[in-house]
């Protein structure tokens, strides 16, 4: 497991670009058959995928958590963004299709990925924070998520947020996550901006061509910067900084979030005349 420090605001205003992309991109997940896992000094977020193309992965826990199993003191989200494969949890099969997700919850022990062919691999990404509760395992498929619907083509933002582990859907302790898909033609996420101070948030961006990327815009809002991302890469978002995002083509992104709060509409929002 690799760890990651991110910056403060102070010192995040004088970084380079490799310097800042050090400290808040995380650009090695999605390895063919293996577990890539990012621990982040902010609210102690895991991030990770797991990629099983000619054999099953299990999730084993690392000498960072000090814990007999992954999820011995932790809740995790999965959300599939491949082909279809099956999430063991205990013994509990879970057929998982694209965009289904899985919450799995604090206490669950035995943890495998598996694609149906290797032709189509599976691409689970891995979400985790600690939890002080134990809360069922809950399969939520992408038809049952709650979605909203956001924006305009006249703006370039036209996009559908499809809420997946909420309070209601899929009980947890901190762990909020979905994700936001933009319609063909849109390329602005999140705009205008918001932050929140309450919570912490992780953005991975998928469904980008090859040589398409996505320009995501973090910091103060009088003193922004830019990481420009590739497709199934992630940037971490401390609850300082406003996140928004441009792509050159449309693009999907998973959110999520963890921290003092669940309510999804709990934001202090901007107006793009305090951008700077």
């Not at 099953?56 to 000498?63: D, F, G, K, N, V």
């Not at 003193?223 to 420009?228: K, L, S, W």
Request: charged share 20%.
């Amino acid at each position: 497991m690799d760890v990651l420090y991110t910056a403060d605001p102070v010192r995040y205003a004088r970084m380079t670009t490799e310097e800042l992309r050090g400290s808040f991109l995380v650009d090695r997940l999605f390895l063919p058959d293996g577990i890539a896992m990012v621990y982040c000094d902010v609210d102690r977020a895991i991030l990770g995928s797991a990629v099983p193309t000619t054999k099953a992965l299990s999730l084993e826990s690392a000498p960072e958590l000090r814990a007999e199993t992954f999820c011995e003191r932790r809740e995790l989200g999965i959300l599939n963004i491949g082909g279809p494969g099956t999430i063991a949890v205990d013994g509990i099969e879970h057929p998982t299709a694209p965009r289904d997700a899985l919450y799995v919850g604090r206490g669950s022990r035995a943890i495998t990925f598996a694609s149906d062919t290797a032709q189509t691999p599976a691409r689970y990404y891995l979400l985790s924070y600690p939890a002080h509760a134990a809360h069922p395992t809950v399969q939520v498929k992408h038809s049952e998520a709650e979605t909203v619907h956001l924006g305009s083509t006249e703006m370039s933002n036209k996009r559908a947020i499809y809420k997946l582990i909420q309070p209601g859907t899929a009980d947890s302790c901190q762990l909020v996550m979905g994700f936001t898909v933009l319609a063909p033609g849109c390329v602005w996420n999140t705009m205008p901006p918001h932050s929140h101070e309450r919570r912490m948030e992780i953005y991975m961006y998928f469904d980008l061509p090859e040589d398409a990327r996505v320009f995501h815009i973090m910091g103060r809002p009088d003193e922004t910067r830019h990481i420009v991302v590739a497709d199934g890469q992630a940037v971490i978002s401390p609850s300082w900084s406003i996140h928004c995002g441009v792509g050159t083509s449309a693009y999907t992104f998973c959110w999520g979030m963890g921290g003092e709060n669940q309510a999804f509409d709990d934001m202090d929002h901007l107006t793009i005349d305090q951008l700077k």
